[in-house]
């Protein structure tokens, strides 16, 4: 018989969730501590929780981040940034060490371009870069058409990070989502922007390739700001698929529905589809992860717009099923036992190894 005891190992990857904010009032409680969640060890309600990861060392909303790691593929580091109210944007990192892990959030690093807020990124080139982009700079009504790149420094630098200047968006953006394929271009999927003075949102997507050509891709079925998405992997069919989540368009539309877009080895696509009322509750502002195995999206947190802002603890996992007596697939959602301890919207997600957290 397994005890409780053997049962109560965290199992890898974790789930770290930081930053965000609980109430309208901004930056007033935006959530300064952070979680981890052992989402694959169903013995979890018996075997408490992880201890928590780092804080990050002042309150940040709609903030960003990965885990990243060196060029030589030795050390990595969890790499979150975002703005101190209104002043400029900073990274901070927690390294894993031989030893075990640095549990603590030093050495922040200015980023280029100041404030950037409701941006989004991805990481990048194997691993080792995380791509931030868009976003609001220091005027709420001008969205940023610039990006950076922020690698791990060689241990022989001063700096623990490096932050680049990355290339120009195709046009200024913020509220958007970003992922990248396999064959190494990006995909920047809906967001706002501006026309003249009044801002739009928007359903369109953009391919970009690292040769800095732009392309149209389709359009989805809404417009959908603060929206969350990923890509999932199919094993025995050998492709991609883009999974969209939440948000919010035109008179709330859109915050319960998922689209899904295929996308084959030569990133031929085809256009999107649309499931209405599929998430488990409607969400804007949430993030999301992909699991280890690249076929379920966990999305985390969020807000609920509907008549009073509510901010979600719970955790919905989507994946892919076989359409019964029917040909293709479609998504399907359900909440999983997990929680937040907080409600929280606008939050950064990544999975982390083990080595990175304490639990049980």
Not at 270 to 276: P, V
Request: hydrophobic share 35%; with cysteine.
């Amino acid at each position: 018989m397994t005890t409780i005891a053997n049962s109560c190992q965290a199992k890898s990857p974790l789930l770290l969730v930081a930053t965000g904010k609980q109430t309208d009032d901004d930056h007033e409680d935006s959530t300064l501590a952070s979680e981890v969640i052992d989402i694959k060890n169903e013995n979890h309600s018996v075997c408490g929780s992880c201890k928590d990861f780092a804080s990050h060392p002042f309150k940040i909303t709609q903030g960003y981040g990965g885990l990243i790691q060196s060029e030589d593929g030795t050390r990595k580091a969890v790499v979150i940034c975002g703005q101190e109210a209104d002043e400029g944007n900073q990274c901070f990192y927690s390294n894993e060490t031989g030893s075990g892990p640095d549990m603590r959030m030093v050495h922040g690093v200015d980023m280029i371009w100041g404030k950037r807020e409701s941006a989004a990124s991805v990481v990048i080139n194997n691993g080792k870069t995380l791509w931030i982009t868009g976003g609001f700079g220091t005027d709420w009504d001008v969205h940023m058409q610039t990006s950076e790149y922020v690698s791990l420094a060689p241990t022989t630098s001063t700096s623990p990070l490096v932050i680049e200047d990355g290339p120009p968006l195709i046009h200024g953006m913020s509220g958007h989502c970003l992922v990248q394929s396999r064959s190494g271009q990006s995909l920047f999927i809906g967001g706002e922007f501006n026309i003249l003075i009044d801002p739009i949102y928007a359903s369109s997507t953009f391919w970009y390739s690292n040769s800095s050509n732009w392309s149209l891709g389709p359009q989805m079925h809404y417009e959908r700001v603060n929206l969350c998405c990923v890509i999932l992997y199919d094993k025995d069919r050998d492709f991609e698929l883009v999974m969209v989540a939440g948000g919010i368009g035109l008179d709330h539309q859109g915050a319960k529905s998922v689209e899904f877009l295929y996308i084959d080895g030569d990133n031929d696509i085809n256009e999107w589809l649309l499931e209405e009322e599929a998430l488990c509750d409607a969400r804007e502002g949430a993030d999301g992860v992909v699991d280890a195995d690249k076929t379920h999206l966990i999305l985390v947190g969020g807000r609920l717009r509907e008549f009073h802002d509510f901010y979600h603890k719970t955790l919905c996992s989507c994946q892919m099923v076989k359409i019964p007596e029917g040909e293709g697939e479609k998504p399907s959602c359900k909440l999983l036992d997990q929680e937040l301890r907080i409600g929280r919207a606008f939050l950064t997600a990544m999975l982390i190894p083990d080595s990175f957290a304490n639990c049980y």
